[in-house]
C-alpha cells in the first residue's frame, strides 16, 4: 500500500486563530482540503496511465481517498501500490497453492520464477507535488479574503 501523510496538526491552531481575528474561513478551508485531495487522487490515476502501469485497473481502482475537515489522506490499496510506485529488488516467486507455477505462453509449470525486479513508475508522489503548490495558493487566497 502507498499512501502520503501531510502534517496538518498546526493547521487547526492556524484556523483558531483566524476565527479569534473574526474572520470566519474554516469552511474555505475544508472545501480547499477536499478540491485537492481529489486532484491528487485524479492526477495519481491519469499518471498510472501515462506510466503505462495499468493492466487490469486494479491498482486504479484501489486509489480512494478519505476526507476529515482539515485533512486528508489519499492511498492505493493493492499489495503491489508501493512496488510500483517505488520500484522492486529482484526477488523469488514461488507458487502460493500447489507445487508448480503456470501461465498462458510458458513452455511447462516451473517451480519458481527468479524475477528481475521492477522499474518504480511513480504516480502518488508526483500527483501529491503538483497539487502542493497549488493548494498553498488557495490557501493564501482565503487568507487574503
Given at each position: 500500500m502507498a499512501n502520503i501523510t501531510v502534517d496538518t496538526s498546526q493547521l487547526n491552531a492556524f484556523v483558531v486563530e483566524i476565527d479569534k481575528a473574526g474572520i470566519s474561513f474554516e469552511k474555505g478551508v475544508k472545501q480547499t482540503v477536499s478540491k485537492s485531495a481529489m486532484q491528487i487522487k485524479r492526477s495519481a490515476m491519469q499518471n498510472l496511465t501515462k506510466n503505462k502501469s495499468v493492466k487490469t485497473g486494479n491498482l486504479r481502482r484501489s486509489i480512494n481517498e478519505t476526507i476529515r475537515p482539515f485533512e486528508a489522506e489519499i492511498k492505493a490499496n493493492t499489495k503491489y501500490a508501493l512496488g510500483v510506485e517505488e520500484g522492486t529488488k529482484p526477488h523469488i516467486i514461488k507458487p502460493k497453492r500447489g507445487k508448480f507455477?503456470?501461465?498462458?505462453?510458458?513452455?511447462?509449470?516451473?517451480?519458481?520464477?527468479?524475477?528481475?525486479?521492477?522499474?518504480?513508475?511513480?504516480?502518488?508522489?508526483?500527483?501529491?507535488?503538483?497539487?502542493?503548490?497549488?493548494?498553498?495558493?488557495?490557501?493564501?487566497?482565503l487568507i487574503k479574503w
Open positions: 507455477l503456470y501461465w498462458k505462453g510458458a513452455p511447462h509449470p516451473v517451480k519458481l520464477v527468479n524475477h528481475p525486479g521492477g522499474k518504480s513508475k511513480p504516480y502518488l508522489i508526483p500527483a501529491f507535488e503538483k497539487e502542493s503548490p497549488i493548494f498553498l495558493k488557495n490557501l493564501e487566497e
